[in-house]
Structures are given as C-alpha cells and as structure tokens.
C-alpha cells in the first residue's frame, strides 16, 4: 500500500485541479449566458430587416447583383470559425473533421488561433487569420467581413462559404458549412431571415431612391448579418462547450479525491493496526 | 399625436421611444417626419437624426442603412448608431501579416497536425500539474 504522505499530496493536488476546472467552469457559464443574450439581442434587426426586405423584393423584377453572380469555381474560400484556446472539449476536432480534403485551391480565411494554427499546419492556402474577441462585437466582425467580401468581388475567390460550430443546445454543437456568397436567389434571402411564408404587407408602399437601388445595398447588410450571427453562434458554443467540458473535468476529479481519501483511510487504519499489533507483541514477549 | 422610433443595430435595440417628429439623413437629402406620414422605406446615408422630442431637439449619430416608415412608427435599421466605432483598416492588414507568419512557421514541419494538437494538449496537461502541485505546497 503506497504510503500516507504520497496519498495526501496526490488528494491535495487533485483538489487544487478541481477548483481550477470549477472557476473555468463557472466562466464559461456566466460567458455562455451573455453569448445567448447577445443572440437574442440581435432579433429585432433581424426582423426589421425581414420587414424591409420583403416588400422591396416583392417590387424587383430580373435583378442582378455582383453578389449573386454564379462564377465558374476555380477558387473556393471558406471562413473557418474556431476559438483561441482550447479545453473546449471536442469542438475543435470534430470542426476540423469537416474541412474539404487539401486541395490547393481553397483559400482560408480563419478566425481563431486554432483555426490558424491547424491550417497552417496542415498546408493549407491560409490568406488571413483575424481574432474575435468574447465580447464580439459588430465592427470587429465587419472587418472578417468586409475583407472576405472584398477577395471575392476581386474575384480572388469565387465562393464564400464558413465553417463554424452551430449552436444547437448547451450540450450539442454542430460543425456546420454554410455557403454565404454568391446567393442563389432573394427567396433564398427571405428564407434565411424567416419570412416565406408571411402575408404581403397590402399598404402602397413608397420607395426612395428606387427599389433596385435599396435591394442592391440591402444584400450587404444582409450578409454581414448572416456571418455576424454565425460568429456569435460559434462563440455561444465555445463557451458552452468548455462548460460542459470543465464540468465532467470536476467531477472526475472529485471521485478521484473520495477514491484517494478511501485509500488514504485504509492506510492510516493498516498503519493503527500494525502499530497496536506490534506493542501487542512486545508487550507479550515482556510479561 | 406622437410617433413611436426605434433604432435597431445588429447587437442590439439601442433606442426606443415615442417622439414627436424626426428627421432623417437620407441619399436624396433630409425627410422630416411628422406623425401621419404615407408608408415609405428610405435609404440612410451616414449622419444625424434630428428627433424633436417635448419640445427639446437631440441629435442621434447612426451609419449607413434604411429606415422604414409605417403608420405612425419609424424604424431606422442601421449597422452602428450613437457610439459609432470605425472598422479598423489596419485590423485586416495584420490578418494578413499574421497569415503569412503562420505559414512560413509551419513550413519544413513534417509533421501530422492532428498529432502535434494531441501533443500540444499533453504538454499543456503536464504544465497545469506542475502549477497545481507547486500551489499545494
């Protein structure tokens, strides 16, 4: 039986670790919380967005838009959303599982240290590496944005499309690629914002400047939209990654610390019975 | 007889009250609104709204967007409004910088990603340890 000292220094740094993974637990609690808040926080953009829109593509017949144009693909770009730090479990791994095979004509756009890290590596074509903060906030986003947008009006590349973990519910998250540029069709739009099946709005409606005019620059915002509640979706299942993660690392910890103090206990007993055995002995051989 | 604005950001609701006119910046120059308006969907360039509210006049700051006029409720949908923070240019050259520096970093490692990641964590595993057991002294 290993002896008492060792055990007490094991159960002692085991303990240590446990309140360690805790606090990260309880972090990333409170962060997921606000993460889901500021998704919330973002609907009634959403919606008001969707109020616009429907009416204004009601109103446009054979629109043409450089964001819809269907080019031949000879480049892919894809914006790989992942986190900076790890001990999020396997939220990284299972993104990374998804990325398209290596293949010299895709172009990567990463936000994360992870991201960058692991396309790098790999050998991939890896054009920019932005960080997001926690806080995500919009301009930081529409930096990612406007850059990728750029590339691809450039023609640098032909499509644009993110991986990132969807956020389903605070125990599963789902690697997911969505395809943002080129967009197929308005309806596509109007979908995407929850609006297919909503009743016309009857009321004569006035433009200004012109239908076309506010539908071309309504497509941008649209997008950035898009990419902006992907990105806060993808940090909503960072942190509740890391919860869950941090939580299953507390409670191993804690049978470890009942398995050692068990241990600990029957030590100190074979240690109490050795000795009363001994004096037993001694004072046996005395008498 | 008032109207009811509200400005709405991709992170949030940042206004929402009734008030009794406002102007709006739009492409084609500035449109009072006053309650009773005919329905209307405007492009906003970058500028002031002048909400005259109690008879006392504020000035809202608000970036490019559009703004929706129905019955008697305006709403103005805009990526940035009252603290309006710039994009930052030079954030995407960095990205860039970085890019490259990763790439030329990774070169002439022969080595499988997925494997380095696994040693990586092993390390990193090793090193909160050591941190636990010099803490427990």
């Known amino acids: 039986m290993a002896n ?5 220094r094991r159960i002692k740094s085991v303990k240590n670790t446990s309140q360690i993974t805790r606090a990260m637990q309880l972090v990333a609690a409170s ?11 973002g609907r009634p953009y959403a ?16 629109f043409t838009h450089p964001f819809m144009e269907e080019r031949t693909v000879k480049t892919r770009g894809i914006i790989l959303v992942s986190t900076d730090k790890g001990l999020c479990g396997g939220l990284n791994g299972n993104l990374f599982r998804e990325l398209p095979a290596k293949d010299e004509s895709i172009k990567y756009i990463t936000i994360g240290r992870k991201a960058s890290q692991y396309v790098s590596r790999s050998g991939r074509d890896l054009i920019a590496d932005f960080t997001v903060s926690d806080s995500t906030t919009f ?40 395809p943002l540029l080129p967009i197929s069709g ?14 016309p709005d009857d009321r004569e409606l006035n433009f200004e400047p012109s239908v076309e005019t506010i539908l071309s620059e309504l497509l941008p915002l649209f997008v950035r939209r898009e990419f902006f509640s992907m990105v806060k979706g993808a940090k909503a299942s960072e942190h509740s990654a890391r919860m869950v993660a941090m939580k299953s690392a507390t409670d191993n910890a804690n049978n470890l610390v009942d398995s050692l103090t068990l241990d600990y206990n029957k030590a100190r007993q ?8 001994e004096i037993a002995a ?5 008498s | 007889m008032s109207i009811q604005l509200d400005i709405v950001t991709p992170e949030k609701k940042v206004y929402s009250e009734t008030v009794d006119s406002v102007v709006l910046p739009t492409t084609s120059g500035d449109v009072g609104i006053l309650p009773g308006h005919i329905p209307l969907i405007t492009q906003i360039k970058a500028g002031e709204l002048a909400i005259s509210k109690d008879g006392a006049l504020d000035l809202l700051a608000v970036d490019i967007g559009f703004a929706e006029v129905i019955g008697d409720t305006v709403s103005v949908l805009t990526e940035a409004a009252i603290d309006i923070e710039d994009i930052d240019l030079a954030a995407a050259e960095e990205a860039q910088k970085r890019a490259e520096q990763a790439l030329k970093d990774a070169e002439g490692q ?4 997925d494997e380095l990641q696994a040693l990586e964590a092993k390390v990193r595993f090793a090193m909160v340890q050591q941190l636990a057991k010099k803490k427990g002294k």
């Not at chain 1, 944005?145 to 691809?152: D, G, L, R, T, V």
């Open chain 1, 282 to 286: 001694a004072t046996a051989s005395n």
């Open chain 1, 186 to 199: 308005i309806d596509v739009v109007l979908k995407s914002l929850g609006l297919e099946n909503e009743e």
């Open chain 1, 31 to 41: 962060k997921m919380k606000r993460a889901q808040d500021a998704a919330l926080a």
């Open chain 1, 47 to 62: 919606q008001l967005l969707a109020r616009i829109m429907g009416p204004v593509a009601d109103g446009v017949f054979d």
């Open chain 1, 270 to 277: 074979a240690a109490i019975t050795q000795e009363i055995l």
């Open chain 1, 4 to 8: 008492l000292r060792d055990i007490r």
């Open chain 2, 110 to 113: 022969d080595i499988d990603p």
């Open chain 1, 139 to 178: 301009p930081e986003v529409k930096t990612v944005i406007e850059f990728a947008i750029k590339a691809f009006s450039e023609g640098t590349i032909d499509t644009l499309e993110v991986l990132y973990s969807a956020f389903i519910n605070t125990l599963k998250q789902e690697p997911r690629l969505f």
